[in-house]
């Protein structure tokens, strides 16, 4: 069960030197309480904000710093029980529609209560999610990574399974329908981000290729991430007088990047780029660019890698529309 991806927002905003600091935090569901001892200082001054929390994750806190003249700062705190965590909400949110519950909202959950079937009785309210790619494109758009790993579990149920290892065999089976040698593909989780995760630079423009000849190519390109205009994407050539490629790349970034202690820095195991290109005259080109085994001092150098692969997208895309004229 997923509530707001499983976290509590909390936002630190400045207000004048001395003083505390805004919070403001959400959702706002019980047994969970959150308290703030960060102090607004001077501007210019050091933004340095820490979270802990109790180990059933109930009881939140926040300590440390903010700049007077910083922008808010958001943190989060990961929901330790995520079913309990719903059931809560739940029982709540129907509360303040004024509907009365005899359950306790906190407390065990004593799921061995709820009737095996529903049938013969009356239905008094139903939720019906989006059609599966409005979840795809939001994964696509930001990276949701919960929401990646959580396909391989969809894929497991529609082979019958409620365990999510059963949806490899599913995406297996995809990848051999989609002329892909599924060899060419590692995989132990959704996003991409396991250790054991490879992919080979022609299964990426193989499958990029399948989906051009599906009825779903223009809902699938539209779905990733457009250079310069949205997505992870939005921003590469902000502020820039000029940007290659702009509203004409469509493309899907990834990174994996972890600390190196030994060394003080951040680890760029891989940071890639794929999709397609604008080649005029209707046509589109697919591409993949990456680059393993870099490092860098800090987060920003993750940052700038990133936007130097995107931008040389950008430099493809001009120079395929200009071969096409």
């Not at 330790?80 to 059931?87: I, S, V």
């Not at 529609?97 to 139903?126: C, F, H, I, K, Q």
């Not at 396909?151 to 019958?160: D, K, P, S, Y």
């Amino acid at each position: 069960m997923i509530i707001n991806d499983n976290v509590i927002d909390l936002l630190s905003t400045p207000t004048s030197p001395g003083r505390p600091a805004q919070l403001s935090w959400r959702p706002q569901v019980a047994p969970y309480r959150v308290t703030s001892t960060v102090r607004t200082v001077a501007a210019g001054g050091a933004t340095d904000i820490q979270v802990s929390a109790s180990p059933d994750g109930t009881r939140i806190k926040l300590s440390g710093t903010i700049a007077a003249d910083a922008k808010p700062v958001l943190h989060i705190s990961n929901v330790q029980d995520p079913a309990a965590f719903g059931r809560t909400a739940l029982i709540e949110a129907l509360a303040r529609a004024g509907v009365r519950v005899a359950a306790r909202p906190t407390g065990p959950n004593p799921a061995d209560l709820v009737p095996r079937s529903y049938a013969g009785t009356r239905r008094v309210a139903a939720y019906v999610s989006p059609v599966y790619a409005q979840y795809a494109k939001l994964i696509f758009k930001v990276s949701h990574n919960l929401g990646a790993n959580l396909a391989i579990c969809l894929m497991a149920v529609t082979a019958g399974s409620h365990q999510c290892i059963d949806g490899f065999p599913v995406l297996n089976r995809f990848l051999r329908k989609a002329g892909v040698d599924p060899t060419q593909v590692q995989l132990l989780d959704g996003r991409g981000g396991n250790p054991v995760d490879r992919v080979t630079p022609r299964a990426e423009n193989e499958l990029l290729h399948y989906w051009q000849g599906t009825p779903d190519a223009d809902r699938f390109r539209e779905a990733q991430p457009i250079l310069g205009v949205d997505g992870l994407l939005a921003f590469v050539c902000d502020g820039e007088p000029t940007c290659p490629g702009k509203g004409k790349v469509w493309a899907k970034t990834g990174t994996v990047a972890g600390l190196d202690a030994l060394n003080e820095r951040l680890a760029v195991g891989a940071e890639s780029i794929g999709g397609y290109l604008d080649a005029g005259h209707g046509r589109l080109h697919t591409f993949y660019l990456a680059v393993n085994g870099a490092s860098t001092p800090d987060i920003q150098g993750v940052i700038d890698i990133g936007d130097d692969l995107a931008r040389i997208a950008g430099l493809l895309q001009e120079q395929a529309a200009g071969h096409s004229r």
